[in-house]
């Protein structure tokens, strides 16, 4: 009987324990509660670039909206809790009026008989409206709002969508604002292939040099190409590295700097290289030009038979018959499949008739 006490006892004291240990736990931390505006967070790819507009969402739980909860004339931050922000990875237009790229906070002036005055600030972190300063924002515009479907939540939607544009449309209560982005696509892009690069293409010339040709055709960003290009040819000195590198040079109007450029790209241009250029001359009937590239491709691979048919091609095609004899007999001599022997040797053939 004694030792049932004791045990009772026992465990009256250890349930005492435990039971206080919980009230101090209790008394130092809570459980997670459900938030009353949640956050959230919605993203558009629009051309090449991503709109992503990140808020809070508070309810209308049966509450009057617009002129009372957000009164007429004063700033809102859209939305509860810290700023609402809108991202843009490149240059966008807001209804017909140009933002660069950037994180803004995203605020509202709504009036009742007049359109919104939408707020896209510079200051970012702000924690509401708390430390605003207009001077330091990026763009202010007048947009009316719409009446739209009832909206439980405020809500953020992107649509319609095409390739170049979308309308972001804030919804809330009653009420419908929508604002019209646009983008370029080649500046889009532009900036795309510099995130691209900067997060793991630095180490691939191929990348950087598609990204600089692509460049110098839609003349963007010149000077940010030029960059890449001198990435590709630390890494890999070649025949396009360095002629890419010598075009940016010369559009920049540097051309001092792509004279010797050019030079070097003909010593380290490989039979392929020269085949290449050739090729693309003669695709164009450059005839007279070609000529030189295959010479030159014919001295740099003294025993090709391809580089010496090409240049007798070149000479035909010019007109200079006992030029392109002569390169057909030096491309038999060294050509070894028998299909491209009897091809050379019955055009000799044609061409000693005449």
């Given at each position: 009987m004694l030792v049932t006490r004791l045990f009772r006892s026992f465990c009256l004291a250890i349930l005492a324990a435990l039971c206080a240990g919980a009230s101090e736990v209790q008394a130092q931390s809570s459980l997670p509660a459900l938030r009353a505006s949640p956050a959230a967070s919605v993203?558009?790819?629009?051309?090449?670039?991503?709109?992503?507009?990140?808020?809070?969402?508070?309810g209308v739980r049966g509450r009057d909206i617009f002129g009372s909860l957000v009164p007429f004339g004063k700033m809102w931050r859209v939305g509860a809790n810290q700023n609402t922000t809108i991202t843009f990875q490149a240059p966008v237009s807001v209804n017909g009026q140009e933002l660069p790229a950037g994180t803004y906070g995203f605020k509202l002036i709504p009036f009742r008989d007049r359109p919104w005055t939408v707020v896209f600030s510079g200051q970012s972190n702000l924690w509401?409206?708390?430390?605003?300063?207009?001077?330091?924002?990026?763009?202010?515009?007048e947009v009316a709002p719409e009446?739209?479907?009832?909206?439980?939540?405020?809500?953020?939607?992107?649509t319609p969508i095409d390739d170049s544009s979308c309308t972001l449309a804030l919804q809330w209560a009653d009420v419908n604002l929508p604002l019209l982005l646009e983008v370029d696509l080649n500046e889009s892009r532009f900036f795309a292939l510099e995130d691209l690069i900067e997060q793991q293409g630095s180490d691939d010339p191929a990348l950087l040099l598609s990204a600089a040709q692509w460049a110098i055709e839609t003349n963007q960003g010149l000077d940010v190409a030029?960059?890449?290009?001198?990435?590709?040819?630390?890494?890999n000195k070649t025949f396009t590295s360095l002629g890419v590198?010598?075009?940016?040079?010369?559009?920049?109007?540097?051309?001092?700097?792509?004279?010797?450029?050019?030079?070097?790209?003909?010593?380290?241009?490989?039979?392929?290289?020269?085949?290449r250029v050739g090729g693309q001359l003669m695709s164009n009937r450059q005839y007279a030009e070609a000529i030189p590239i295959f010479q030159l491709n014919?001295?740099?691979?003294?025993?090709?038979?391809?580089?010496?048919?090409?240049?007798a091609e070149a000479y035909l095609k010019s007109g200079d018959e006992v030029s392109a004899m002569d390169a057909y007999?030096?491309?038999?001599?060294?050509?070894?499949?028998?299909?491209?022997?009897?091809?050379i040797a019955k055009t000799l053939q044609e061409l000693k008739g005449n």
């Open positions: 993203t558009q790819t629009v051309g090449f670039t991503d709109v992503t507009v990140e808020f809070h969402r508070p509401g409206n708390m430390g605003y300063d207009k001077s330091r924002d990026a763009l202010r515009l009446m739209g479907d009832e909206t439980e939540r405020l809500n953020f939607e992107f030029l960059g890449w290009v001198e990435m590709a040819v630390a890494q590198q010598a075009q940016l040079l010369d559009l920049l109007g540097r051309s001092d700097e792509a004279s010797p450029l050019k030079k070097e790209a003909w010593i380290v241009a490989t039979e392929e290289d020269l085949s014919v001295r740099k691979s003294p025993e090709s038979w391809k580089s010496y048919d090409q240049l007999a030096k491309a038999l001599k060294f050509a070894s499949d028998e299909g491209t022997r009897e091809r």
